[in-house]
C-alpha cells in the first residue's frame, strides 16, 4: 500500500491535495509554457513572486492567454503553419 490513509484523518491532509494546490498555483505558468508563449519567463516569475496575492495571479492567467507571437529567421522563411503575406505556398 502506498499510503496508510488512517495516518491523514481528514481528507486536507493527504498529500495529493497538496500536489492539486500546487500545480493550480502555477496554472498561468503551464499555460504558458504548454503554448509556447513568447513572455513564459516572465510570467513564471510573476506566479512565483506575486501569485500569492490572488492579484498577480490573476494578472499571471491572463498574461499567459495573451496572444502568442512568433518569431522566425528571415533567411529560413517562414514557418510551415503562417499562411500570411510573403508564405511560400
Request: proline fraction near 9%; charged fraction near 10%.
Amino acid at each position: 500500500m502506498l499510503y496508510d490513509y488512517s495516518y491523514y484523518p481528514y481528507w486536507h491532509h493527504h498529500p495529493g491535495y497538496g500536489l492539486a494546490a500546487t500545480l493550480f498555483y502555477f496554472l498561468p505558468a503551464i499555460v504558458a509554457f504548454v503554448r509556447g508563449h513568447h513572455s513564459r519567463v516572465g510570467i513564471l516569475l510573476l506566479n512565483f513572486f506575486l501569485g500569492w496575492s490572488g492579484l498577480g495571479w490573476i494578472v499571471a492567467l491572463i498574461w499567459s492567454l495573451s496572444p502568442v507571437r512568433y518569431y522566425w529567421h528571415a533567411e529560413w522563411g517562414p514557418p510551415p503553419w503562417y499562411r500570411g503575406p510573403g508564405a511560400r505556398w
